[in-house]
């Protein structure tokens, strides 16, 4: 029986573990603790080795790039990157002029949390990540700062010998098979995930939240189901909901139990391989994206505080609501690189309208309420977009 487990698809497995972890979480919800164990041994173990997968690919990649190689590539997928995070932030505006929101701003402000005082702020963060000590850099996950000295690395080995440079392509195909060796693990990790979100996510504290959540999630999935397909076919000239829907399914149902673009980098870099994407194109955006290709975010950022400016009854028009999106876009951008992502952004874009901090960090403060879902859904879509953008630019320019 287990051998004929194994031999099922990736996917066609994790789905089985998804049932069964909410068959556990229904069913026997004392003994969800215990099984934690499993998603946090999974998660940690792809926390732990996608900083070293992304220096040791990048770095191997840029050391062996060739002129009129596929990293010409890199430009347009960071240019649809910032196209489908302003699409992204636009659709929540939208979304929430048609169907408003609004909170019970009596929530106590958690004090422990410490955002961003400004936009300028956050591009101070994000400009010093670049600067960072490389050891600290992959110790703390900071991927910023990972490209930065991968790409510096990779652009003096391009000068080394031969060998030196066999020797890092030997070095990244090592690291490529410890990573499909944890991929392995992801039903069991995504079991255990499962049936403690089920049994401890509270959904009756969600219900209060419920127009909220819905306005949330609806927004992220037409972004993925509508405004990312019109964008691929646009690249394409294809139909591009076969793409699409092979993303969502084998990148965006792990992320959404991981909960971390960083942690669901190796699963990308696995599924770019599949579908064709050259290992030196991949082996860039798909790190890049997974730090500031952030869609979800910045429809997160747009959503609460659009519903914060609605439970205070400030008017806003149309030209404001279009400088939020501006405004939520580039700050998604630093999401990654701000402990709390994109709920510590909230009091930025909230400053645009004059909403004090104390009430903007009340706005935070219900975002954590709903993040079970709402994380969730956001790190589905950041993640999957990363995938979904680098293979429709390959194939578009093809």
């Known amino acids: ?43 940690k173990a792809l926390k732990s ?27 347009p ?31 106590p402000a958690q004090a422990d949390l410490t955002p961003p005082g400004s936009l300028a702020e956050i591009m ?15 110790s703390d996950a900071n991927f910023i700062g990972i490209l930065a000295w991968a790409v510096a690395l990779g652009i003096a080995f391009r000068h080394a010998a031969d060998t030196t440079k066999t020797f890092l392509t030997d070095m990244a195909n090592a690291v490529n098979s410890v990573i499909r060796i944890v991929i392995n693990f992801a039903p069991l990790g995504i079991f255990g995930l499962v049936a403690v979100t089920f049994a401890d996510a509270g959904l009756s504290t969600l219900a209060s939240y419920a127009h909220l959540l819905a306005v949330l999630i609806g927004t992220m999935f037409f972004v993925a189901l509508v405004i990312n397909p019109i964008m691929v076919a646009f690249v394409t000239r294809s139909n591009p909901y076969p793409l699409v ?14 909960r971390s673009s960083a942690a669901n980098i190796p699963v990308n870099l696995d599924l770019a391989k599949r579908l064709g994407v050259p290992e030196s194109t991949a082996s860039v955006a798909i790190p890049l994206g997974a730090t500031i290709n952030m ?16 439970t205070l009854g400030i008017s806003v028009d149309f030209t404001t609501m279009l400088i939020l999106s501006v405004l939520a876009t580039i700050s998604a951008c630093g999401a990654s690189g701000v ?24 706005v935070v403060a219900i975002g954590m309420v709903i993040s079970v879902l709402q994380d969730s859904t956001e790190t589905a879509l950041n993640s999957s977009t990363d995938v979904l953008f680098t293979a429709a630019v390959d194939r578009g320019l093809k």
């Open 1 to 43: 029986m287990f051998t004929a487990f194994t031999r099922l698809s990736l996917v066609t497995r994790i789905i089985i573990a998804i049932i069964l972890g909410v068959l556990v979480a229904v069913f026997f919800p004392n003994a969800a603790p215990y099984l934690s164990m499993l998603g946090d041994l999974f998660i």
């Open 49 to 75: 080795v996608a900083p070293v997968l992304v220096f040791v690919l990048v770095l191997a990649s840029i050391a062996n790039f060739k002129v009129g190689s596929s990293n010409a590539y890199i430009k």
């Open 77 to 107: 997928i960071m240019l649809m990157y910032a196209i489908g995070m302003f699409l992204a932030a636009l659709s929540a505006v939208i979304v929430s002029i048609f169907s408003p929101s609004t909170l019970f701003l009596n929530v």
């Open 124 to 138: 101070k963060n994000l400009l010093l990540s670049f600067v960072a000590n490389p050891v600290t850099a992959i």
């Open 245 to 258: 829907f092979q993303c969502l399914r084998e990148s965006g149902i792990t992320a959404f139990f991981t």
């Open 295 to 310: 869609a979800g975010a910045s429809v997160t950022i747009t959503v609460l505080t659009l519903a914060a400016v609605n």
């Open 339 to 362: 402990a709390g992502g994109s709920l510590l952004l909230i009091p930025v874009a909230c400053g645009l309208f004059g909403i004090s901090s104390d009430v903007a960090m009340q």
